[in-house]
């Protein structure tokens, strides 16, 4: 093959590559209403983490019953187990700071939760502000 030839070569592999790596899967998706009832643990201690936030708000709906109007059924949380997960998926995320800071405000706020699934098996989540946020 000539020089010529190589290059145009080596480009399409590359593009046919690029095309077939496989891209993050979403694995979940939900909305979720965060009210105070979900910054304080089951024993009324104020949560601190915006992670303990979200997997106790998936306690109050999963375990305790304790829903807010606008609260959405997710398909993996409602094990404790599948809780204590969801903390260590929100860590890897990479949800935004000012979101984080919302949640903790003490302000009643909608947000929407996506797990994902990396090409090599890693799980993660992203949280992010849902709707009108006044």
């Known amino acids: 093959m000539t020089s010529k030839l190589k290059q145009p070569v080596f480009i399409l592999c590359f593009s ?3 095309v077939f790596a496989r891209a ?8 979720t209403v965060i009210s105070e009832q979900d910054r304080q643990d089951s024993l009324g201690n104020r949560l601190t983490k915006f ?6 708000d998936r306690a109050n709906f999963h ?6 109007e606008g609260d959405e059924e997710d398909d993996l949380f409602s ?8 903390e260590s998926y929100l860590k890897k995320g990479s949800t935004p700071d000012a979101v984080k800071k919302q949640i903790l405000s003490g302000r009643e706020l909608y947000v929407a939760v996506s797990i994902w699934k ?3 098996g890693v799980i993660y989540a992203k949280v992010g502000l849902y709707g009108n946020t006044q």
């Not at 993050?24 to 939900?30: F, I």
């Not at 992670?51 to 106790?56: A, L, N, S, T």
């Open 16 to 18: 046919f590559m690029a």
């Open 24 to 31: 993050d899967e979403s694995v979940d998706y939900y909305v």
């Open 51 to 56: 992670e303990q936030v979200i997997r106790q």
């Open 63 to 68: 375990k305790y019953g304790m829903t807010d």
């Open 79 to 86: 094990s404790a187990t599948s809780r204590a997960n969801l």
């Open 118 to 120: 990396k090409a090599d």
